[in-house]
């Protein structure tokens, strides 16, 4: 089943934060999170595998409440570079096949 | 980071015609790839789990004669779409579990496919 995104879109100051939200009806086993850049494919940002897990690249970190099966994007300090759609994957079993099921998209627009 | 790679990035055909895109793991072995389709503006949508040395799983709805998937090699996975129609018309992406981090899961630059 699709995990739900929120929000759909959110625009953004250079230096301005964001949280983009994921969140699935069904147990999870680990939650990635992509940017896709319009034309091209997604780029890998961080996966989490456990629940409470939180982690951390450069000013995007990423938390997993595995009890509440959500997941939280945070960007501080936006750059104009963020720009892009945010996806989060969800893995539903137990960590054996990497089958993942997108969520819709977060647009991200970031200006100067 | 590992790195997968795709072949034709851009790719125009006639309806009726088959059109085959390779997906390549450039520098680790990927026993599992996996094939997405995108349209505008939607999300990724899985169609396939693609095995090394076996058939591929195909996700339901998707017909596995029409999009015919082949894993020859630990390196190398094929999608071929069959007797294409304007409705194929999308953005194809493969994907696979990379290398020294068997928890990423690398995508390739994806293949734009138009049916004329």
């Known amino acids: 089943q699709q995990p739900v995104q929120s929000p759909q879109a959110v625009i953004l100051r250079e230096g301005e934060d964001a949280v983009i939200n994921c969140s699935s009806s069904?147990?999870?086993?680990?939650v990635h999170w992509y940017r896709q850049k319009h034309g091209e494919a997604p780029v890998f940002l961080m996966i989490?595998?456990?629940?409470?897990e939180q982690k951390g690249h450069e000013k995007i970190s990423a938390s997993f409440n595995e009890k509440k099966q959500q997941s939280s994007l945070y960007l501080t300090a936006s750059q104009l570079s963020y720009s892009g759609t945010y996806f989060c994957?969800?893995?539903?079993?137990?960590?054996?096949?990497?089958?993942?099921?997108f969520g819709k998209g977060t647009l991200l627009t970031v200006n100067p | 980071g590992a790195v997968v790679s795709q072949h034709p990035s851009w790719v125009i055909c006639k309806s009726g015609t088959s059109v085959k895109i390779e997906c390549r793991s450039l520098?680790?072995?990927?026993?599992?790839m996996f094939w997405y389709r995108q349209f505008p503006k939607q999300s990724l949508m899985l169609m396939a789990t693609?095995?090394?040395?076996?058939?591929?799983?195909?996700e339901q709805g998707v017909e596995k004669d029409k999009f015919l998937i082949n894993h020859a090699s630990l390196t190398l996975s094929t999608l071929t779409v069959t007797s294409a129609h304007p409705e194929d018309s999308s953005f194809y992406i493969c994907?696979?579990?990379?290398?020294?981090?068997?928890?990423?899961?690398?995508f390739g630059e994806g293949s734009w496919l138009t049916v004329v």
């Open positions: 994907s696979a579990i990379g290398g020294a981090d068997r928890n990423t899961i690398y």
């Open positions: 069904k147990a999870l086993y680990s």
């Open positions: 989490l595998l456990k629940g409470g």
């Open positions: 994957g969800t893995e539903r079993s137990g960590g054996s096949n990497y089958k993942l099921t």
């Open positions: 520098d680790f072995q990927a026993t599992t």
């Open positions: 693609s095995n090394e040395g076996s058939k591929a799983t195909y």
